[in-house]
T-cell receptor, first 114, second 113 residues
C-alpha cells in the first residue's frame, strides 16, 4: 500500500494559463475523489469517480474545470484559464467501493495563481 | 441550509490533559460521521468513523460520541501529547451513499508541555 500520490506538490502559474494535476490512487480502490481546500477551511468536494465513470460533480466545478479517469486508475484535474480565486490546495482521495468507507488522501497540490 | 460547525478558535491544552473537540451540524441526517486529522501542508488522515446507531466509539486514546438528537459529535483525546497538535476535521456523509463527504472547517489543537 503505497498511498495516494499527487503530482506536482506545488504549482505556480500566471492568471489565464491552464494547469493539470495528476492523482494516483491506492491500486485496489475503485472510488476517487477531488477536493479543494483554502486556508482555514475544510476540504470542499469537487467531483467523484467510480472506476472510470464520473458520477457526481459539485456546483463549485465551473466549466473551466474538467476531471478524467480514463482507465479507472489515475485521474487528472485540469483548470483552464486560471483565475486568482483558483488558488488553493487540491486534494485527491480514494476509497473502496463498499460504502461508509474512510477516505485516503494524498498530500495535495498547492496551486498559486499570480 | 446545511451547516457543520467546529470551533474555529484554536484549543490550547497542557500535555496529559484531555482535549475535547466539538462538531455540531444542522439540517443533516447523516448515516455516519468521521473524524480526520490534518497536519500543515498534508492531506487529512482518517481517525474514526461512528454510525448513527452508535453512541460511542473508542480507539486507543481517542473517543468519539455521536448524539443525533443534539446533532453533535464530541471528539476526545485523553492523555494528550505534543504530537497530537494538529487540525481535527469532522465530516458528514450528506448523501447516504458514501460518495461525498462534507467537512467542517476544523479545530486546531495545540498541546503544550
Amino acid at each position: 500500500d503505497t498511498g495516494v500520490s499527487q503530482d506536482p506538490r506545488h504549482k505556480i502559474t500566471k492568471r489565464g494559463q491552464n494547469v493539470t494535476f495528476r492523482c494516483d490512487p491506492i491500486s485496489e480502490h475503485n472510488r476517487l475523489y477531488w477536493y479543494r481546500q483554502t486556508l482555514g477551511q475544510g476540504p470542499e468536494f469537487l467531483t467523484y469517480f467510480q472506476n472510470e465513470a464520473q458520477l457526481e460533480k459539485s456546483r463549485l466545478l465551473s466549466d473551466r474545470f474538467s476531471a478524467e479517469r480514463p482507465k479507472g486508475s489515475f485521474s487528472t484535474l485540469e483548470i483552464q484559464r486560471t483565475e486568482q480565486g483558483d488558488s488553493a490546495m487540491y486534494l485527491c482521495a480514494s476509497s473502496r467501493d463498499s460504502g461508509n468507507e474512510k477516505l485516503f488522501f494524498g498530500s495535495g497540490t498547492q496551486l498559486s495563481v499570480l | 441550509s446545511q451547516k457543520i460547525e467546529q470551533n474555529s478558535e484554536a484549543l490550547n491544552i497542557q500535555e496529559g490533559k484531555t482535549a475535547t473537540l466539538t462538531c455540531n451540524y444542522t439540517n443533516y441526517s447523516p448515516a455516519y460521521l468521521q473524524w480526520y486529522r490534518q497536519d500543515p501542508g498534508r492531506g487529512p488522515v482518517f481517525l474514526l468513523l461512528i454510525r448513527e446507531n452508535e453512541k460511542e466509539k473508542r480507539k486507543e486514546r481517542l473517543k468519539v460520541t455521536f448524539d443525533t438528537t443534539l446533532k453533535q459529535s464530541l471528539f476526545h483525546i485523553t492523555a494528550s501529547q505534543p504530537a497530537d497538535s494538529a487540525t481535527y476535521l469532522c465530516a458528514l456523509d450528506s448523501t447516504g451513499t458514501a460518495s461525498k463527504l462534507t467537512f467542517g472547517t476544523g479545530t486546531r489543537l495545540q498541546v503544550t508541555l
